[in-house]
């Protein structure tokens, strides 16, 4: 093998070049933050994050998120609710570990079919293969077994229940935060749900009078002008909810 | 040369890949975030209701039809993934094509949309849009293009109002909501077996919880149907497409269209989760809409169908199920190869579908 083919060659070079671009960033941290922020790689971290878990972990994280929304860490005077929470994050962590057996159960079903296709195929076909055709082919055995078991009724059943315990706890932490809001004199989440409700049935009725009055009163001219601000809402100005809704 | 051993070749191997690595840190730390556009292709706001938008697409190629053809996409992900960059652009395609094209852009609802219902979609906003469209064009009819759960809000609206429409053409829209259990492929109807397997309960409380159905929450459920994919996205696939930095934007644009995923208007999601996947009312004909019954053999405007055949969230058998209930005598089906996304945004279906949407669309101008 000649020197430049030799693949330990390349990968000192690769370690060399991984070397460089740490110590040029590091060169730079003060416009490494600034870089960081302005680039696609925060974004791309996120993404990455969401799915940081191994398939059938992620409705689990993804729920188990949602509903740690809010920190509670101030509130300290609220016995019965907090009680109350706390029980429900407690159901919530024995649902979870239920689930997360049954979720992890198809992987060891896929170990044991990826041994023996491998142990099953010829000598010299396996040894051709590289890391990506493994990596392939256990990808292909475990996609298969994990669609499987997420079809089961043990895992629709363990996913259900981790949802409504996860659901609960939220519903108890909204409780505990309504509580706090109350005392301090803030809106809670119910007042706020009264008011859009509200507000969507006056909309509704507003242009079902519209439509009753008649296209005249309420559309505005067909050339008449748009703009890309958000108008007020008023019912004398019928082009600031689109116009014609009749 | 002598024959490369197999600790020669994993060493190669893994030096390939850290090099590679080190490309994707770099190239990555210099993409900016406005660098990634989606939903590019030029249009002019001419109507805003609440936070419903109505644009119309500047034309890219001479009319050749006439008919303005209003696109919607569902609530679920947003208009963009039709537009994803210039050159797997559904949009684009289709302008190019000659259409008048407008669309119906949801916006980002939150819990202020919570109240807001099925109803108001089709009988409200895209009334409002298609009336708008007819007085801004002069035509007294429209075409109706939905995608997906937009698709379905086209339907109701085409059997509520079917003078208001000349054709409705559906792409990856469920109808048959329980079809799925005719389609053999373990692999698809995952998201209707799902929602069958939690109780209306479950779906009223999620909803009441949260407002509506979180974005990130149906991210994980869609996860969930292609397991290793979402397994091995971000430290496999990124890596392999970072040496050519098309595929890295076309991954990166994919990104943004899936990251930007709305909540689910609350009330809405409840007929959408429970009257629609649970109960499969729209093929029952117990689907009520303002007061009134959506009948699918109402619809009297020539309909096309086209669906994905390996369309893994929408089982073709869902969307094939019109054909046995819509009224009217002109319907056509289209099925094409690819998965639900993959029918807008592969390579290989780049102009296919347009072409062949545009061109039953002109028969029927």
Redesign the interface.
């Given at each position: 093998?000649?020197e430049g083919?030799n693949?330990?060659d390349?990968?000192t070079?690769?370690?060399a070049?991984?070397s460089e671009?740490w110590r040029s960033a590091a060169g730079s941290s003060d416009a490494m933050g600034e870089?960081?922020s302005?680039?696609?790689?925060p974004?791309?971290f996120?993404?990455?994050a969401?799915?940081r878990s191994?398939?059938?972990n992620?409705?689990a994280?993804?729920?188990e998120?949602?509903a740690q929304g809010p920190r509670l860490a101030d509130v300290v005077d609220f016995d019965r609710k907090l009680l109350s929470a706390f029980s429900a994050w407690r159901e919530m962590q024995k649902k979870l570990a239920a689930y997360n057996v049954i979720a992890g159960r198809p992987w060891m079903r896929a170990a044991e079919l990826y041994r023996s296709t491998v142990s099953s195929a010829p000598g010299e076909a396996a040894?051709e293969e590289?890391?990506?055709d493994r990596?392939g082919a256990w990808?292909?055995v475990?996609?298969?077994e994990?669609?499987?078991n997420?079809?089961s009724e043990d895992f629709?059943?363990a996913?259900?229940e981790l949802?409504?315990a996860a659901?609960?706890f939220?519903?108890r932490q909204?409780e505990i935060n309504e509580t706090i809001a109350k005392i301090v004199g803030l809106p809670t989440q119910r007042d706020?749900?009264d008011v859009?409700?509200q507000?969507?049935?006056l909309?509704?009725e507003l242009?079902a009078l519209s439509r009753h009055v008649g296209p005249a009163a309420a559309?505005p001219p067909?050339s008449g002008p748009?703009t890309?601000e958000?108008?007020q809402a008023s019912a004398a100005h019928p082009e600031t909810?689109?116009?014609?809704?009749? | 040369?002598?024959k490369?051993g197999?600790v020669?070749?994993?060493?190669?191997?893994?030096?390939?890949f850290?090099?590679k690595m080190?490309k994707a840190?770099?190239l990555?730390?210099?993409?900016?975030?406005e660098?990634?556009e989606i939903g590019a292709t030029p249009k002019?706001?001419?109507?805003?209701?609440?936070k419903?938008e109505?644009f119309r697409y500047e034309p890219l190629a001479p009319r050749q039809t006439e008919t303005p053809v209003i696109l919607a996409y569902g609530l679920i992900g947003r208009y963009t993934m039709a537009d994803l960059q210039p050159d797997r652009s559904f949009v684009r395609s289709l302008l190019s094509r000659g259409l008048d094209l407008w669309l119906v852009d949801w916006g980002q609802p939150t819990?202020?949309?919570?109240?807001?219902t099925i109803d108001?979609y089709v009988d409200?906003y895209i009334?409002?849009a298609v009336?708008?469209v007819c007085?801004?064009t002069g035509h007294d009819k429209v075409t109706l293009l939905g995608i997906c759960e937009g698709g379905v809000f086209m339907t109701c609206y085409a059997a509520l109002h079917p003078d208001k429409v000349k054709n409705l053409v559906l792409t990856i829209t469920p109808i048959d909501f329980h079809a799925d259990r005719d389609d053999l492929d373990?692999?698809h109807g995952?998201l209707n077996?799902?929602t069958r397997?939690?109780?209306s309960t479950?779906v009223d409380?999620?909803v009441?919880?949260?407002?509506g159905l979180?974005g990130?929450?149906m991210?994980?459920?869609f996860?969930?149907?292609?397991?290793?994919?979402?397994?091995?996205?971000?430290n496999?696939d990124?890596i392999d497409v970072v040496d050519d930095q098309a595929k890295l934007m076309n991954f990166?644009r994919m990104?943004?269209w899936?990251?930007d995923r709305p909540a689910h208007p609350g009330e809405a999601a409840k007929q959408w989760l429970k009257d629609l996947y649970q109960n499969n009312k729209l093929v029952k004909g117990e689907f009520v809409l303002s007061g009134r019954k959506v009948d699918l053999a109402s619809i009297s405007a020539s309909v096309l169908n086209v669906y994905a055949l390996n369309d893994h969230i929408i089982p073709p058998t869902c969307s094939q199920a019109l054909r046995g209930h819509v009224g009217s005598k002109d319907y056509s089906e289209i099925p094409l190869p690819g998965g639900h996304v993959g029918l807008f945004v592969s390579s290989k279906s780049q102009g296919v579908l347009s072409k062949d949407i545009s061109a039953w669309l002109a028969a029927r101008d």
């Amino acid at each position: 093998m000649s020197e430049g083919n030799n693949p330990l060659d390349a990968l000192t070079q690769t370690v060399a070049q991984w070397s460089e671009f740490w110590r040029s960033a590091a060169g730079s941290s003060d416009a490494m933050g600034e870089a960081w922020s302005k680039s696609v790689l925060p974004f791309v971290f996120a993404r990455a994050a969401e799915t940081r878990s191994g398939p059938g972990n992620e409705l689990a994280d993804a729920i188990e998120r949602m509903a740690q929304g809010p920190r509670l860490a101030d509130v300290v005077d609220f016995d019965r609710k907090l009680l109350s929470a706390f029980s429900a994050w407690r159901e919530m962590q024995k649902k979870l570990a239920a689930y997360n057996v049954i979720a992890g159960r198809p992987w060891m079903r896929a170990a044991e079919l990826y041994r023996s296709t491998v142990s099953s195929a010829p000598g010299e076909a396996a040894e051709e293969e590289g890391w990506r055709d493994r990596l392939g082919a256990w990808n292909t055995v475990a996609n298969n077994e994990l669609i499987s078991n997420q079809r089961s009724e043990d895992f629709l059943a363990a996913q259900k229940e981790l949802l409504q315990a996860a659901t609960e706890f939220r519903a108890r932490q909204t409780e505990i935060n309504e509580t706090i809001a109350k005392i301090v004199g803030l809106p809670t989440q119910r007042d706020f749900d009264d008011v859009t409700r509200q507000l969507t049935e006056l909309r509704r009725e507003l242009r079902a009078l519209s439509r009753h009055v008649g296209p005249a009163a309420a559309a505005p001219p067909a050339s008449g002008p748009v703009t890309a601000e958000r108008p007020q809402a008023s019912a004398a100005h019928p082009e600031t909810n689109g116009g014609d809704g009749q | 040369m002598s024959k490369e051993g197999p600790v020669e070749r994993a060493t190669r191997e893994f030096s390939e890949f850290s090099v590679k690595m080190l490309k994707a840190a770099r190239l990555l730390s210099e993409i900016k975030d406005e660098d990634v556009e989606i939903g590019a292709t030029p249009k002019k706001l001419v109507m805003r209701r609440d936070k419903v938008e109505l644009f119309r697409y500047e034309p890219l190629a001479p009319r050749q039809t006439e008919t303005p053809v209003i696109l919607a996409y569902g609530l679920i992900g947003r208009y963009t993934m039709a537009d994803l960059q210039p050159d797997r652009s559904f949009v684009r395609s289709l302008l190019s094509r000659g259409l008048d094209l407008w669309l119906v852009d949801w916006g980002q609802p939150t819990r202020v949309e919570r109240w807001l219902t099925i109803d108001d979609y089709v009988d409200d906003y895209i009334h409002a849009a298609v009336e708008r469209v007819c007085r801004e064009t002069g035509h007294d009819k429209v075409t109706l293009l939905g995608i997906c759960e937009g698709g379905v809000f086209m339907t109701c609206y085409a059997a509520l109002h079917p003078d208001k429409v000349k054709n409705l053409v559906l792409t990856i829209t469920p109808i048959d909501f329980h079809a799925d259990r005719d389609d053999l492929d373990m692999h698809h109807g995952f998201l209707n077996v799902w929602t069958r397997s939690l109780d209306s309960t479950d779906v009223d409380k999620l909803v009441d919880v949260y407002g509506g159905l979180p974005g990130e929450f149906m991210s994980s459920v869609f996860s969930l149907m292609t397991p290793m994919r979402s397994l091995t996205k971000y430290n496999l696939d990124l890596i392999d497409v970072v040496d050519d930095q098309a595929k890295l934007m076309n991954f990166l644009r994919m990104e943004k269209w899936l990251a930007d995923r709305p909540a689910h208007p609350g009330e809405a999601a409840k007929q959408w989760l429970k009257d629609l996947y649970q109960n499969n009312k729209l093929v029952k004909g117990e689907f009520v809409l303002s007061g009134r019954k959506v009948d699918l053999a109402s619809i009297s405007a020539s309909v096309l169908n086209v669906y994905a055949l390996n369309d893994h969230i929408i089982p073709p058998t869902c969307s094939q199920a019109l054909r046995g209930h819509v009224g009217s005598k002109d319907y056509s089906e289209i099925p094409l190869p690819g998965g639900h996304v993959g029918l807008f945004v592969s390579s290989k279906s780049q102009g296919v579908l347009s072409k062949d949407i545009s061109a039953w669309l002109a028969a029927r101008d």
